[in-house]
């Protein structure tokens, strides 16, 4: 249980991290969603797609010198956030998306899902084993 909580805190770590998207709206089912996002933590993540996928990349972190040592490929472990995508989600209903989360905090993909709350929220959540979730509330940059 311990290191289920862990994984979801650090989770939610990850994914204040680094989440940004362009703030031009895309045609198609992903426009909402699709820009440039500013997480809790002052990271930066691009989203981009459109209809019935989306792709999250982050842009820019706070710690500029905090690289992916967590990845389970020990080729990747030097290389610095910005530019790592962090999400790849399909179409899940109106303005939702669901798929799989990286967090670059503990190297580990999780289960997760976006929806636009408004023009300028959305909300992200990420899961272990389905029951417990981290959500976030990012706002459009």
């Given amino acids: 249980m311990k290191k289920v909580i862990s ?3 650090g989770f939610a770590v990850v994914v204040s991290m680094g989440l940004v998207a362009t703030s031009a709206m895309a045609a198609g089912m992903g426009g909402k969603a699709v820009g440039t996002w500013k997480t809790p933590t002052g990271s930066v993540v691009r989203i981009t797609g459109g209809g019935r996928s989306i792709a999250g990349t982050i842009v820019s972190v706070r ?4 690289r992916d040592s967590k990845n389970p490929k020990t080729s990747l472990r030097k290389r610095k956030l910005p530019g790592i995508r962090i999400f ?15 967090n670059t905090e ?10 636009v709350l408004s023009a300028n929220k959305i909300k992200l959540s990420g899961c272990v084993a389905s029951i417990f979730c981290k959500n976030q509330t990012w706002i459009r940059k």
């Fill in 7 to 9: 994984a979801v805190a």
């Fill in 63 to 66: 710690n500029k010198s905090r």
């Fill in 88 to 102: 790849s989600l399909r179409k899940n209903g109106a303005n939702a998306w669901k798929g799989s989360l990286y």
């Fill in 106 to 115: 503990d190297g580990k993909t999780y289960a997760g899902h976006i929806k």
